[in-house]
C-alpha cells in the first residue's frame, strides 16, 4: 500500500473541522471555540496523578495527546491557536516542542506556567463555548459545554476525514502486531499476565498509552465480558484464550479481539464458525444499513451456529424472539470507535440532538444510528457460557429447549469473541482489520 500523504491528508481533515466548528459555533450564537487540553488528576489524599488522559475533542484537531494544561483557541475566519505548555520542571518530562505536519497550520504561543494562559484566552466580553471538564477552569474561562455546540461536533464526529481513517489504520497495524506476539505467548504456555505484558511490548505502550485496559482471559475467564485480573500464574491446562486489546496512533483507537482454543477441537471448530459468521456481518457495515438490524441479524445467525452446534433444540428464529440467544449473546454487536474506543452520539438522532431507542430487549447495544460513508464501527460477536445467565435460563419454561450436557461440556473454554474495525463507504467495506491482518502476513 502507497504511503499516505499526510500532510494533505491533515490540511483537508483540520478545514473540515474549521467548517464543523463555524457551524456549530453559529448555532450556539458563539464567538469562539475554546478547548483545553485536560488537567492531571490527583489521587485523594495523596500527590500521586491518576494516568493522564487528553480531552478528545483536543486531540481531534492536532495529534498531541500528552500536552496537559494546554489550550486551543478558534475563532471563525482566523488561524487556530495552540496555547502550549512547557512548564520548566525536572520532576517530569516536559513535552518536546511542537512539530510535524501540523504546526504551519497554528499560530503557537509557548507558555511556562498554566496560569500564563489567561493572556490568550478569551475575555468575559467574548461569548466563548468551552469544551471540557471541570477541573480545566482558568480564571473566568471554565467550561461551559453548550449542548446546541457539542450535539453538532459530537453527531460529525462519527464521519472520519481520510486522514482519522488513517491514524486508525495505524493504530491497527501496531494492535495487530501485539495480538501476533500475544498468541505466541499463549502457544509458549504465559500467564495472563505474562501475554498482557508481551502485548504492551509487542505495541510499545504501555497502559496508560492503550486505549483501554486489555482483556486477556484463559478458560473460564472468557466468559467475564470484561475480564482485566490478570492471573499470575497459568491454569493446567490452558484451554482456550480471548484477547480484546488495541492500540493508539496520534490519539486513535483500534479495538481488536480474537478467541483461540489450545487445541484443533470442537471448540476451535465453534470459533471457526463464529469467524465465519462475523466475517459477514462485517460486510453489512454498508451506507444506509440500520446498524440496529446488524445487532439483530448478528443473533439470528448466532442462534444458527447453537443450533448446528447442538447448544438449542429450537429454531434460531424462537431462540432470538425468546431471548435464549441473549443468553449465550447478552452484548451489543459493536460500536463507534474514533477518537474513543467507545465513540460519542452512538444515539444521536440528528446533530440538532435527539436519541434513537435501542431495539426492546437489548440494553447493551451502544450504536443505534444509520450507517453512512466515513462511519468506522467494531464488529463483535460472541457465543459465551457464562454461569449467571445460564442459571437463570435453567428456571426458565424454556430449559428444556437447551443441550445441558453440551453447555456444559464447552463452558470450560469460557466463550468466544470476535472483532474487528470496519469502515463503512460509498462501496464495499473496509475491514481495517483484516487488511492489517493480511499485511502483516504477507
Given amino acids: 500500500m502507497p504511503s499516505p500523504d499526510l500532510p494533505a491528508l491533515y490540511a483537508e481533515h483540520l478545514a473540515i473541522l474549521k467548517q464543523r466548528a463555524d457551524t456549530a459555533l453559529e448555532r450556539g450564537r458563539h464567538d469562539m471555540l475554546v478547548i483545553p487540553s485536560g488537567t492531571r488528576h490527583y489521587q485523594v489524599f495523596d500527590d500521586i496523578d491518576y494516568p493522564y488522559a487528553v480531552n478528545p475533542h483536543f486531540k481531534h484537531w492536532l495529534p498531541l495527546t500528552q500536552a496537559p494544561g494546554s489550550w486551543l483557541v478558534y475563532a471563525p475566519g482566523q488561524r487556530p ?30 507558555i511556562r506556567n498554566a496560569e500564563d494562559a489567561r493572556q490568550f484566552l478569551p475575555s468575559t466580553s467574548v461569548r466563548a463555548a468551552i469544551i471540557g471538564e471541570p477541573q480545566s477552569a482558568l480564571g473566568h474561562v471554565v467550561p461551559n459545554n453548550p449542548d446546541v455546540v457539542l450535539d453538532y461536533l459530537h453527531y460529525h464526529r462519527a464521519y472520519k476525514t481520510a486522514y482519522e481513517i488513517e491514524m486508525m489504520r495505524e493504530a491497527t497495524r501496531i494492535g495487530v502486531r501485539a495480538h501476533r506476539a500475544a498468541l505466541r505467548a499463549f502457544r509458549a504456555g504465559a500467564s495472563e499476565f505474562g501475554i498482557y505484558l508481551v502485548y ?24 467475564i465480558l470484561h475480564y482485566t485480573d490478570r492471573d499470575p500464574w497459568p491454569p493446567k491446562p490452558a484451554r482456550s484464550f480471548l484477547i480484546d486489546a488495541g492500540a493508539s496512533h496520534h490519539g486513535y483507537a483500534c479495538d481488536i479481539t480474537r478467541t483461540w482454543s489450545a487445541e484443533q477441537d470442537e471448540f476451535q471448530a465453534l470459533i471457526d464458525e463464529v469467524d465465519a459468521a462475523q ?30 452446534a447442538g447448544f438449542i433444540h429450537m429454531s434460531p428464529e424462537s431462540a432470538v424472539e425468546s431471548g435464549v440467544s441473549s443468553t449465550f449473546f447478552p452484548h451489543g454487536i459493536g460500536h463507534g470507535i474514533g477518537l474513543q474506543v467507545h465513540d460519542v452520539a452512538g444515539f444521536a438522532e440528528s446533530d440538532s440532538g435527539g436519541s434513537i431507542a435501542k431495539p426492546e430487549g437489548h440494553p447493551y447495544l451502544r450504536l443505534t444510528r444509520t450507517l453512512a460513508p466515513g462511519m468506522v464501527v467494531t464488529i463483535e460477536p460472541g457465543i459465551y457460557f457464562i454461569d449467571m445467565l445460564l442459571e437463570k435460563l435453567r428456571t426458565d419454561s424454556l430449559r428444556q429447549s437447551i443441550n445441558w450436557r453440551q453447555v456444559q461440556q464447552f463452558k470450560p473454554y469460557g466463550g468466544i469473541r470476535i472483532e474487528d474495525d470496519v469502515v463503512c463507504t460509498e462501496d464495499a467495506p473496509i475491514n481495517l482489520t483484516r487488511e492489517a491482518e493480511a499485511e502483516t502476513a504477507a
Fill in 81 to 110: 491557536r495552540l496555547i502550549f505548555l512547557q512548564p520548566h520542571d525536572y520532576w517530569h518530562t516536559v513535552p518536546q516542542d511542537p512539530q510535524g505536519y501540523w504546526v504551519e497550520h497554528f499560530d503557537i504561543e509557548i
Fill in 200 to 223: 504492551c511490548q509487542a505495541a510499545a505502550q504501555d497502559s496508560s498509552q492503550l486505549p483501554y485496559s486489555s482483556i486477556i482471559a484463559l478458560n473460564e475467564h472468557a466468559a
Fill in 279 to 308: 466475517r459477514k456481518m462485517c460486510d453489512e457495515v454498508r451506507a444506509g444499513r440500520d446498524y440496529r438490524d446488524i445487532h439483530l441479524g448478528a443473533h439470528l445467525k448466532l442462534a444458527s451456529i447453537l443450533k448446528e
